[in-house]
């Protein structure tokens, strides 16, 4: 039994250590330098998602989503989702 405990602590420890990685800012090379540089251009905060382009995406207004919902009920776009996507069979 505890030659049992003991290779289960082993095997949990080598697997722990097989699922390691390198720091991949570290381990790639750029290979476009304007891609690299429009990336060390931007300041991303903390836990927010920046795109692949490393342009930050602005929030929108409160005037601006309801310009957004409004020109979509005109369009019908608001309607055509809650025929399809929306719709309770």
């Known amino acids: 039994m505890k030659a049992l405990k003991i290779a289960v602590l082993l095997s949990i420890l080598a697997t722990g250590t097989a699922f390691a990685q390198t720091n991949p800012a570290t381990a790639a090379t750029p290979v476009n330098s304007t891609t690299t540089l429009a990336m060390s251009n931007a300041t991303p905060q903390v836990g927010t ?3 692949p382009n490393g342009q ?3 929030p929108k207004t409160r005037a601006e989503v ?3 919902l409004v020109h979509a009920e005109k369009d019908g776009q608001l309607a055509y989702l809650n025929s399809t996507v929306y719709a309770h069979p």
């Open 49 to 51: 998602w920046v795109p």
């Open 66 to 68: 309801y310009g957004e």
């Open 56 to 58: 930050a995406v602005a």
